[in-house]
């Protein structure tokens, strides 16, 4: 972490007046659960010095707002219509996520209108030709069982805030939960500052969903642990396919655009991985410390090798794509098809029988369905969401830090994205893993 102060102060729409109608305690060690107060906070950061008499420092004197239900709520839920939209590519717990709103909006705070917006943002402009859908605990009952989002999900419309904040006042929408990652968030904070221009009450709170793991700040988003589960079984069958080939190599790319944690996590999970490439880590491919060259001793050595690569390694490797998506984010090449015709042309230069065997499980890792770990995940953060928006708090997303889940401003949580550390401990396990050299650029050739 480094020394830049970041102020983590959440907003609030007004004064929170109305008793809250979850029954809860008001004092310590009576046996139930307790309300969380505005005056909870944990540290941001757990980093500590030594001062000259032997006492505990933090580096960081930043706080973070607890999250949970507060005694006294800003809206009363008899006058609450809530709104649940998913943005951006489906991933694993999505569905998860709109079963916890909903049923905390309306077991807990008795809420009855809650509206489920069709293909992200695109669903609330004005010419949007998807109706919403009326959600309730029978629609949602059993959703978390199945891969992707019953509300559907797409890109774009995020940038036309004005149009959006006119369908929430004609809608009378009080509340606004987003679903989704960096572009999403960016796209809530708009809407956010036009909601504050006009002087509505709207709360609009965000829920990170990010398969890359890419959002700042935040343990994890959800889907992470998913996608780490559903990949291993591939690597395994990579693996396989190499060590009953002659030469084999099974190469799997995985998705991870500017973040490599999935092929990271993955590389730990099964161990069965040589060589880990992640956008953070730039390789060569040619000359005496490329990959090639150390993929050729691989094989002679061992007789087979996996690779497994992440959708943004190596595209300064490609010619620069001009593309974008309706998110804006670049349409990167496809770096597994490359690296399968440049190591078998490589091999084959070098006259020596090689196999290669390319997977790609992009599409079925993000399209299934959460596992246990990021089911309970998402039965938090949709709760602790719903307990934010009905205290009246705006413009924070729910993430958790240190084990705690906590609020966080928006805007904060996406001013920087989030990235292996290659001087981390994270990526020395992956090394101490895999055996791969710290680094594959010809400069670093001693």
């Known amino acids: 972490m480094?020394?830049?102060?970041?102020?983590?102060?959440?907003?609030?729409?007004?004064?929170?007046?109305?008793?809250?109608?979850i029954l809860m305690s008001t004092t310590q060690n009576d046996?139930?659960?307790?309300?969380?107060?505005?005056?909870?906070?944990i540290l941001f950061g757990i980093d500590t010095d030594i001062d000259e008499n032997g006492h505990p420092v933090p580096r960081h004197e930043e706080m973070l707002e607890l999250a949970g239900p507060r005694q006294k709520i800003y809206f009363n839920p008899v006058h609450v219509h809530a709104a649940?939209?998913?943005?951006?590519?489906?991933?694993?717990?999505?569905?998860?996520?709109?079963r916890a709103v909903v049923r905390c909006f309306w077991y807990r705070y008795g809420v009855r209108?809650?509206?489920?917006?069709?293909?992200?943002?695109?669903?609330?402009?004005?010419?949007?030709?998807?109706?919403v859908i009326p959600l309730d605990p029978d629609l949602v009952d059993d959703i978390?069982?199945?891969?992707?989002?019953?509300?559907g999900?797409?890109?774009?419309?995020?940038?036309q805030v004005e149009e959006i904040v006119d369908t929430l006042m004609k809608m009378n929408i009080n509340i606004l939960v987003a679903i989704g990652g960096d572009g999403t968030?960016?796209?809530?904070y708009d809407i956010y500052e036009e909601v504050k221009r006009r002087n509505l009450k709207i709360s609009v709170i965000g829920i990170p969903k990010t398969i890359d793991n890419d959002l700042s700040l935040i343990q994890s988003s959800f889907g992470v642990d998913t996608a780490v589960q559903m990949a291993v079984p591939v690597v395994r069958g990579a693996h396989v396919e190499a060590k009953n080939s002659i030469h084999g190599i099974g190469l799997v790319k995985v998705m991870g655009r500017e973040s490599g944690f999935i092929a990271a996590n993955t590389s730990l999970a099964q161990s069965d991985v040589n060589f880990c490439l992640i956008p953070e880590n730039p390789f060569d491919l040619d000359g005496p410390n490329g990959l090639l060259e150390h993929l050729r001793r691989r094989i002679l050595d061992r007789g087979h090798a996996v690779v497994l690569v992440s959708e943004g390694a190596g595209q300064d490797l490609l010619p620069k794509s001009t593309e974008t998506d309706a998110s804006g984010n670049v349409k990167f090449h496809d770096i597994g098809v490359f690296l399968k015709d440049r190591i078998t042309a490589y091999f084959k230069g070098e006259g020596i029988e090689a196999n290669v065997k390319y997977i790609d499980p992009s599409y079925i890792i993000r399209s299934a369905p959460a596992d246990s770990y990021d089911s309970i995940y998402c039965a938090r953060l949709g709760a602790h969401a719903v307990h934010a928006a009905m205290a009246g708090k705006t413009q924070l997303l729910i993430g958790q830090i240190h084990n705690r889940f906590v609020h966080l401003p928006i805007q904060v949580a996406v001013s920087k994205r989030n990235h292996v550390d290659l001087e981390g401990a994270l990526w020395r396990d992956v090394l101490e893993n895999t055996r791969q050299p710290h680094s594959m650029k010809n400069f670093d050739f001693n």
């Open 2 to 21: 480094n020394n830049e102060k970041m102020d983590f102060t959440i907003a609030n729409l007004g004064e929170a007046k109305i008793a809250n109608p």
């Open 31 to 41: 046996g139930q659960a307790a309300y969380v107060s505005d005056d909870d906070h």
């Open 84 to 98: 649940i939209c998913t943005c951006g590519g489906i991933c694993p717990g999505l569905n998860n996520v709109i």
């Open 113 to 131: 209108r809650i509206s489920g917006i069709q293909y992200g943002y695109q669903g609330l402009l004005e010419n949007s030709p998807w109706p």
């Open 144 to 151: 978390q069982e199945k891969g992707g989002t019953i509300l």
């Open 153 to 159: 999900s797409a890109r774009g419309g995020g940038k």
């Open 185 to 188: 968030l960016r796209g809530a």
